[in-house]
């Protein structure tokens, strides 16, 4: 299993941003992939999860409607995009593999950073 | 949301001393739990999932118990590539998970 997340991204507060995770190894439409976010020197934080064979989306309360997870099965990449960057976005996003429940398997990591 | 907490925040040891770190759950998660280890510009990896289960790879002097509320991951004797930040997780609220706010580890 191998999850292979998009370089670093540089934006302005307002832009809107698309991250990428591609994954490997495994049945990328029949497993739940998810995103975590850790802020600077702090934890992890649960954003939400997808199901690449239908597209079902769940979210923490924390992140609704703040961003949206998608996923392209054709070729097994997950998204996290914003449609409008804040300055308190800046962090690193990890994608990360559902299995059973637990995160058995990272992706590298993202880190995103918002400033004028 | 379940919330946990983990103790102690900070944890100074020596390598080959036992080290015992302790999360609390809001409400049971029943067996439903993790821990991970973090160390420095890494990804989180796995060491323990339904409290008590070793990840593949993962050495023997980790390990996990509890169940319910209260739940202790113990290294019994400290190497130098243990200290790390470690988090427990709960997947008993899938898809709704949340991480305990972590425990340091440091070399003292």
């Known amino acids: 299993v191998q999850l292979v997340q998009s370089g670093a991204e540089v934006k302005k507060p307002g832009e809107s941003l698309k991250i990428s995770c591609k994954a490997s190894g495994y049945s990328f439409s029949n497993s739940w992939i998810g995103w975590v976010r850790q802020m600077p020197g702090k934890g992890l934080e649960w954003m939400g999860i997808?199901?690449?064979?239908?597209?079902?989306?769940r979210y923490s309360p924390s992140f609704q409607g703040q961003v949206t997870i998608s996923a392209d099965k054709s070729i097994n990449t997950a998204y996290l995009q914003w449609s409008s960057l804040k300055a308190s976005d800046t962090t690193i996003y990890y994608c990360a593999l559902d299995s059973g429940g637990y995160l058995h398997f990272w992706g590298q990591g993202t880190l995103v950073t918002v400033s004028s | 949301e379940i919330v946990l907490t983990q103790s102690p925040a900070t944890l100074s040891l020596s390598p080959g001393e036992r080290a015992t770190l302790s999360c609390r759950a809001s409400?049971?998660?029943?067996?439903?739990l993790a821990w991970y280890q973090q160390k420095p510009g890494q990804a989180p990896r796995v060491l323990i999932y339904?409290?008590?289960k070793r990840d593949t790879g993962i050495p023997a002097r980790f390990s996990g118990s509890g169940s319910g509320t209260d739940f202790t991951l113990t290294i019994s004797s400290l190497e130098p590539e243990d200290f790390a930040v470690y988090y427990c997780q709960q997947r008993s609220s899938w898809p709704l998970f949340t991480f305990g706010q972590g425990t340091r580890l440091e070399i003292k």
């Open positions: 339904d409290a008590s």
């Open positions: 409400q049971s998660v029943g067996r439903y």
């Open positions: 997808i199901y690449p064979g239908d597209s079902e989306t």
